[in-house]
């Protein structure tokens, strides 16, 4: 008899055993068929065994091998995940059962505990072993990947890990505030996959086939390949690490030339610029390359964050067809078509300039499709964070109030959690309804049943309102409550109002809130093309 060997999880792509997504105090969603992969020699058998089930495979031809677990129930015992492939054996160590979220996005998800407004207090004080996470590393790839590397030295990729003071600094911050809540509440484990990449579009988040189908996308599915072409004609990997020797040499020459005169040096050259193009950031790229090797993987829900890098120049045009393509994409990946997905609306930045300027910033274009795509899109929810900003900073500190809302919107939606009153937990803040025009030529604004209960202006100020006149001009007007479920607006200078925006500006203010100070949605009455700065584009709502 062949004796087995019992070998640690490996340390490149594709080797025999699980796939990189499965190790050592991984958490297993509960209530779900579970599906176990990896890699082997075609032909082999493969024997996976975890809580008293046992399930057979064969390596395809392909070199993977596939099993489905029963549904499990959630458990916080750390128990052994085995698998026999041919005459070795791999164990994973202390894997508990409860609910997996994946966490999505670019920077404002990316965001760590250690960066947040709360981290002094929140770090020393971490220490949940049954919260857990793992970070995908950043990969861009130009075809779909079948398991991502994991590093040998720790950071991103390094594995699953249980929240404690060293652990959660790591940890995304709004992710880990999300989890916290849910842990409390829900008393099970709760593991986070973190696969957010800082300053990425929509695009990014998209399998190619499908951006293809987009005419909004092929001018940089253009420009990528025009790279592309350019990198190979030049040489590919070897040429381009010749490039680069080549301008090490000039730099380290200029360098010295210029110590020796006493002059400023002249920036080294970023090896990141000589890189194969379908390493970086482009359409399709961080699906291929992080996204892929997930496929089939048994989850809860998403978070999602995502959408300032579509808030520069052009990149809102293609927007309202990528947002909606990364819920549609994620499901069929996750082959979930009813996932849950829990999208942040993104927060404000840069300093308010004209009146012109705020009203066709690209942010409010952004904001109003996430709207959009949650109110057409079942099983989402959409969560307002642009009150959170204490300056003009494109990355808020406060995090907890958006992980908290998330966590809201879960309890209520995804997990049925009621308070203490028996009825469902709100968690979404008023929602435009309509107007109507009063005769004293003022605008009153109705909101949906259920989210303007007890409507109010926080510390009774009036802000983020603004009112136009046929002549599309705005200004800045005043607001009162009418029987707490409505707003009138007014302003001297717009004596025969049409059209009232809210929050609608690059950095919005905005006072508006029900009485669980939730705080309203950014909304517009008028449907008028929106001509953004720096931007040859126009946006029309659809």
């Known amino acids: 008899m062949t004796a087995l060997l019992a070998v640690a999880a490996p340390l490149s792509a594709q080797q025999p055993g699980f796939a990189r997504i499965f190790d050592s105090h991984m958490v297993l969603q509960r209530e779900r068929p579970v599906r176990v992969w990896g890699w082997g020699a075609a032909g082999q058998p493969a024997i996976v065994r975890f809580a008293d089930q046992e399930r057979r495979a064969v390596v395809d031809d392909t070199g993977a091998w596939s099993v489905t677990l029963d549904p499990l129930a959630a458990s916080a015992d750390g128990r052994r995940l085995e698998l026999q492939l041919g005459g070795t054996a791999f164990t994973l160590d202390d894997v508990v059962v409860g609910d997996v979220w994946i966490c999505g996005g670019q920077s404002n998800m990316a965001w760590t505990v250690r960066g947040t407004r709360d981290a002094d207090l929140e770090i020393p004080s971490a220490d949940d072993s049954l919260l ?13 990947r079948r398991d991502y590397v994991r590093p040998e030295h720790g950071g991103e990729g390094e594995g699953w890990r249980a929240i404690d003071p060293d652990s959660v600094v790591d940890c995304t911050g709004v992710g880990y505030y999300f989890a916290q809540r849910l842990r409390r509440h829900l008393k099970i484990p709760i593991g986070l996959v973190d696969v957010s990449w800082g300053g990425t579009s929509a695009q990014f988040w998209v399998p190619k086939p499908r951006l293809r189908q987009m005419p909004s996308v092929a001018p940089m599915f253009a420009t990528f390949e025009e790279a592309m072409t350019e990198w190979r004609a030049g040489g590919g990997e070897a040429g381009a690490e010749r490039r680069y020797a080549e301008a090490m040499t000039t730099w380290e020459q200029a360098r010295d030339t210029a110590k020796a005169a006493g002059a400023q040096e002249p920036r080294r050259p970023d090896h990141g610029a000589f890189e194969d193009p379908s390493h970086k950031r482009h359409p399709g790229g961080g699906y291929d390359g992080m996204m892929a090797p997930l496929a089939g993987l048994t989850v809860r829900g998403v978070l999602y964050f995502q959408g300032e890098n579509n808030a520069f120049g052009d990149m809102f045009l293609p927007f309202p ?50 709207f959009d795509t949650w109110r057409r899109t079942p099983h989402t929810g959409l969560i307002v964070s642009f009150d959170l900003n204490s300056d003009a900073n494109i990355h808020p500190g406060h995090k907890r109030p958006v992980g908290e809302r998330l966590a809201r919107w879960a309890l209520a939606e995804v997990y049925g ?14 929602v435009y309804a309509g ?78 809130m029900n009485g669980k100070e939730l705080p ?16 040859e584009g126009v946006y029309v709502r659809r």
């Open 520 to 535: 309203a949605y950014p909304f517009r009455s008028d449907g008028w093309e929106l001509q953004p700065h720096r931007s």
């Open 132 to 144: 857990r996470f793992v970070r995908l590393p950043n990969e861009a790839r130009g075809a779909p």
């Open 435 to 512: 107007t109507e025009i009063t005769t004293e030529g003022r605008i009153r604004i109705r909101f949906e049943n259920g989210t303007a209960d007890g409507l109010r202006l926080d510390k009774d100020q009036a802000l983020g309102f603004y009112l136009a006149g046929a002549d599309r001009e705005f200004h800045v007007a005043d607001a009162r409550i009418v029987d707490k479920t409505q707003v009138e607006v007014f302003c001297d200078a717009v004596p025969e109002p049409v059209a009232v925006r809210y929050a609608w500006s690059n950095l919005p203010l905005g006072s508006l």
């Open 417 to 430: 959690a009621q308070g203490p009153d028996r009825k469902p937990l709100p968690w979404r803040g008023p």
């Open 321 to 370: 067809d990528t947002f909606p393509a990364v819920i549609e994409s994620w499901r069929e990946l996750f082959a979930a078509p009813e996932l849950p997905f829990g999208l942040v609306q993104i927060g404000g930045w840069s300093n308010r300039r004209t009146m012109t300027y705020d009203m066709h910033h690209h942010t409010n274009v952004v904001r109003e499709v996430q």
